[in-house]
């Protein structure tokens, strides 16, 4: 029975060919592994495993059962195709593919296990020798051929241990560390390493101490402890075949005297370059001897910290980097330390990748004599090298045929070029392939498929454009015919564009005529014709115009035109951009009028028939269109108002539009409001005006950690409409705070306090749960800050007593905002000072002076320098000495020493004292002195009060105030008022005034005595004087009271 069987399948179209590059793979017993155009696939009786990739390599394991078939397919995906001659009316001959295996062509004649079935490779009885290496298939037709990717076929196998005799034992010191090799046997495809102690199953655990590397298959023990004695026995795994083959048991045995400590030697480290690529897991191992046993770090040499993808195994001694992308390359340490020392291992992994297309070719059809240019351009790293293939063969840059990197240019093309390219770009880990096909045509010129239209109408005075493209490889040489006449460019109204097309401006009626293009080349002649026939403009007659429409009405937007009879002629309306469709929407729209009127009646509009009608004219030469706007008025409101996204600051909001009612919506408002607002405000927006065509925008300059609604309003040429119903609720995220407290100051309290206070922030300024405030504060002149935090949003004022302060120190003082999500910014330091103590010393010389009935003038001495601050002094009056609650108090700021106390009872006799006072509080009083208030002033007002006026003098009299015994005695009288109040004294009952003419007056006299100002005469209003008569009159006449 044979070994096995392999089956390289090939796929191809009957018409072209499709290929893709195929790649490398690795497979196992009984799966499918599948990579773009190649895969490979076992079938075994016996139990199935799984795939597994190793360095891009297919795996066939030589022990497994006889029945097995591999497939190794070009399949078409990387899609290339052979542009197919069906269009020229045959089709290509399609040949079946050829193998290669390491670039030989197989012999499929003289090779008994390898034949083709259906383009398929079939290998039966597969041999490792013979059937190991590169596969590749060729794809070819009439017109040419292309390369497939290469596949990889190689054998899985693991030998057994040369030697099955235990091995050598390992003596070692306690403390001292130790090397256990494995030494693995002869294999392919990836390996696993465990180590059994003393029997199976019990395998070494790995931790700190102990660790097997999956590199060099050894086990290493850092620090040997008496329980480590025994026999070591290496289990070596192919992860391909799953074969599993066993080592001879090493013995450990511990010698009678004891390793001190020391330092950490590193024997499991990187290598010093270490290639990884785009995508891969890359594992880094470090492990170190040493007493008492290291621990292992990481660290990269940069700085960078590690993103949280990187995994640390097996107590550090594996870093694990899993999907490797650039940013991952750099130079990684591994750092062993002990507390007798450290020791460090580096290594730089460089970033590599295969190559990917950025840029690839398309299949050309060029005429005999073009140039061809392709270009194709790939990444990777290291940086791709470009090659070219024609045919499977390569191209090399000559005469003619130049390549420099991906560029391939040929010039003056011939039938011989026609083929197919294949530019490959390669770097040392990988190749790709990419295809097309060049066709060069050769044919004379022909108007099959471009004819001059054999009746073209154009409107007078406008441009004419007749193209002449006849089908023609190479392109054809053209020339124009009017009637029989050849055209040039000899007129400024005609051109001939170099690309044969016939242009000719303002056209007149001199310009109809025949037009004829011939075209030539070397293989022929053809020629197409067509009439040319000029119509005068057409014009709007009568157009409709905007207006407001009223609900119910029906009216007639006009749309009238005079044109040229030779024109057809069709009339359409759209209304808001939408044609309107007169079968569907009859019960309100009709087109009225004849050939040449193309009027619209709207019978019985609504309010949604407001917006833009436009009126549309075609004709053969020339569109034309008139419109009108009909208003109901401002748009209505917007509809579906929603949060699509939010942050702490910021709200992006999406809408649908209302109704325009006639008039195009110019533009949208968004509003929103809070808890903390009054109503609804304008908010800002990015676009900063949204104009009509937008239906999102984002609001920013929102306040974290506070629940917003919003509502759009939409505005057009009316005015503003209604607001669209408000959005759900939704609250901004948190943040940290981003405002301080404000007003930070403070002072005063009592003795060893220093008395803290500021503005509280604003609930809606809080930005998030746990709010509270950091007060921070030191002696003026020193660094170190204390810190106290209340967690009390509400509270405005601290208070810190401490025996060790002084009175009146200076603090800088300033205060922070928190909440859940961080501290936030403080406030400008302000100096507050500590509480301060009373002044100790009373005022000296204290002396009053009864000034009227109602007022004393307290006088006193400042006091002198002392250790306590004054702010300033208090006046305390009382009535009865024995009574000292019925106490008065006039406080002065300022280093006055006079003051009068005023509100007093009159003839009443007062107790004095003074006290010196500052913030905290008042000091010890002086003695107390007393005095009498004056008698009150007369209560009885001047009477027979008379005034005679002659010119602008006025002159006064009134009778005399006699005071009772209880009333102070007259001593004069006052007043005279007008405007701005002005005071005469007089000891006279009679008195003259001189008057201005253009002012008004009021007058009043009041007796004056040692109590005060008495009570004052009833008022005299005089007016004007240029507007009353200048006469002497009794003062009981002329009175206002």
Request: aromatic share 8%; with cysteine.
């Amino acid at each position: 029975m044979p070994r096995g069987k392999i089956i390289l399948i090939f796929f191809f179209l009957i018409i072209g060919i499709v290929i893709s590059q195929s790649s490398s793979h690795i497979a196992q017993a009984d799966s499918h592994v599948a990579s773009q155009s190649c895969f490979i696939s076992h079938t075994f009786r016996k139990e199935r495993k799984e795939e597994k990739k190793n360095n891009g390599l297919h795996h066939i394991s030589r022990n497994s059962s006889p029945l097995i078939s591999v497939h190794t397919a070009c399949s078409p995906i990387d899609k290339v195709s052979l542009l197919s001659p069906a269009a020229n009316g045959y089709h290509a001959v399609v040949h079946l593919p050829r193998w290669s295996l390491n670039g030989t062509l197989i012999d499929l004649g003289n090779d008994y296990r390898r034949h083709m079935s259906g383009g398929n490779l079939i290998i039966s009885s597969l041999d490792r020798d013979q059937d190991t290496g590169i596969y590749q298939c060729t794809a070819f037709n009439t017109w040419g051929s292309i390369l497939s990717r290469r596949a990889s076929l190689q054998f899985a196998y693991l030998d057994n241990f040369k030697t099955q005799t235990v091995r050598s034992a390992v003596n070692v010191r306690e403390g001292q560390g130790v090397v256990l090799l494995c030494g693995p046997p002869m294999h392919s495809g990836e390996l696993t390493f465990a180590w059994i102690f003393n029997e199976y199953p019990y395998f070494v655990q790995q931790d700190t101490r102990r660790f097997v590397s999956q590199e060099t298959g050894s086990l290493y023990i850092a620090k040997v402890e008496p329980s480590d004695v025994g026999n070591y026995t290496c289990v070596v795994n192919n992860t391909i075949t799953r074969e599993k083959v066993l080592s001879s048991p090493t013995p450990l045995v511990l010698r009678s005297d004891v390793m001190g400590e020391y330092e950490p030697k590193i024997e499991v480290h990187f290598p010093d370059s270490v290639p990884a690529a785009k995508g891969s897991v890359v594992k880094l191992e470090c492990f170190a001897l040493g007493n008492p046993v290291p621990e292992i770090s990481w660290r990269r040499t940069s700085g960078v910290p590690f993103p949280s993808k990187v995994k640390m195994k097996n107590s550090n001694a594996v870093l694990e980097i899993p999907n490797f992308q650039q940013e991952d390359a750099g130079t990684y340490e591994c750092v062993a330390e002990n507390s007798r020392g450290k020791n460090t291992a580096r290594g730089r992994i460089s970033f590599h990748a295969k190559p990917h297309w950025l840029q690839t070719m398309t299949d050309s059809a060029l005429s005999i004599e073009e140039n061809l240019f392709w270009e194709c351009k790939a990444n990777g790293k290291p940086k791709p090298s470009y090659s070219w293939l024609k045919n499977g063969e390569n191209i090399m840059s000559e005469g003619r045929i130049q390549i420099e990197n991906g560029a391939l240019s040929i010039a003056a093309l011939n039938l011989s070029d026609a083929g197919m390219y294949q530019c490959v770009a390669e770097n040392k880990h990988g190749i790709i392939y990419s295809s097309a096909e060049l066709m060069v045509l050769a044919s004379p010129p022909s108007f099959s498929k471009s004819p001059l239209r054999a009746l073209l109408k154009a409107r007078s005075g406008s441009e004419v454009t007749l193209e002449c493209k006849p089908q023609a490889s190479p392109p054809a040489i053209s020339l124009w015919k009017k009637g029989n006449e050849i055209l040039c460019s000899a007129s400024l109204r005609i051109s001939l564009l170099p690309n044969g097309t016939l242009k000719i401006a303002n056209v007149t009626r001199r310009d109809a005529a025949s037009y004829t293009c011939i075209a030539k080349n070397q293989f022929g002649t053809a020629s197409t014709t067509g009439r040319l026939l000029i119509t005068e403009p057409t014009r709007i007659t009568l157009r409709p115009t905007n207006m407001e429409i009223i609900v119910g009405e029906s009216i007639v937007l006009p749309c009238q035109i005079a044109c040229d009879p030779a024109l057809d002629v069709s009339f359409s309306w759209a209304f808001n951009g939408q044609l309107i469709d007169f079968q569907r929407d009859g019960d309100h729209f009709e087109r009225v009028g004849g050939s040449i009127s193309g009027d619209l009646m709207i019978r019985n509009i609504q309010l949604n028939h407001g917006g833009k009608y436009v009126c549309v004219i075609d004709t053969d030469v020339e569109s034309l269109s008139t419109s009108a706007i009909l208003v109901s008025g401002p748009p209505g409101p917007p509809d579906k108002v929603a949060v699509e996204e939010i942050t702490d600051s910021t709200a992006q909001l999406s809408w649908t539009p209302g109704r325009d009612n006639g008039s195009p919506i110019t533009g949208f408002i968004i509003q929103a409001r809070t808890p903390f607002t009054v109503g609804w405000q304008a908010v800002d927006t990015v676009p900063e005006v949204i104009n009509g065509n937008m239906l999102t925008a984002t609001v920013v300059g929102l306040n974290a950690w506070v629940e917003y609604e919003f509502r759009v309003v939409a505005r057009n040429s009316v005015g503003m409409g209604e607001p669209s119903p408000a959005s759900a609720k939704t609250r901004t995220e948190d943040a940290i705070p981003d405002t301080a407290p404000t007003d930070v100051g403070g002072g005063g309290g009592t003795k060893s306090e220093l008395v803290i206070t500021w503005e509280p922030v604003p609930e809606e300024l809080q930005n998030g749960e746990g709010f509270g405030y950091i007060i921070a504060f030191r002696p003026v002149g020193t660094v170190t800050w204390t810190r106290a935090v209340i967690s009390t949003p509400g509270v405005a004022r601290y208070v810190f007593r401490n025996d060790t302060i002084p009175p009146f120190a200076p603090f800088d003082v300033k205060v922070g905002a928190y909440n859940n999500r961080g501290e936030g910014p403080f406030s400008s330091i302000a100096t507050v000072y500590s509480a301060e103590e009373v002044p100790s010393v009373a005022p000296k010389r204290v002396r009053a002076r009864s000034v009227s009935a109602a007022q004393i003038e307290v006088i006193w001495e400042a006091l002198p320098t002392i250790p306590e601050r004054v702010l300033g002094y208090e006046v305390l009056y009382w009535e009865d000495d024995t009574k000292p609650d019925t106490v008065g108090k006039v406080r002065i700021t300022g280093n006055y020493t006079l003051v009068n106390v005023t509100g007093l009872d009159a003839n009443t006799p007062y107790y004095l004292a003074v006290a010196a006072f500052n913030t905290a509080g008042s000091g010890p009083q002086s003695a107390p002195i007393n005095t009498t208030t004056k008698k009150p002033p007369p209560g009885q007002p001047p009477l027979n009060v008379e005034w005679t006026m002659i010119g602008s003098t006025l002159t006064l009299h009134w009778d005399p105030v006699v005071a009772m015994d209880t009333e102070s005695e007259v001593t004069g009288y006052m007043r005279h008022r007008y405007n701005d109040v002005n005071i005469i004294l007089t000891n006279k009952t009679t008195v003259e005034l001189s008057l201005s003419a253009n002012d008004n007056y009021l007058i009043q006299i009041k007796a004056l005595s040692e109590g005060g100002e008495g009570v004052g005469s009833e008022p005299i209003h005089i007016h004007k004087l240029s507007e009353s008569a200048l006469l002497s009159v009794s003062i009981s006449s002329l009175f206002d009271h």
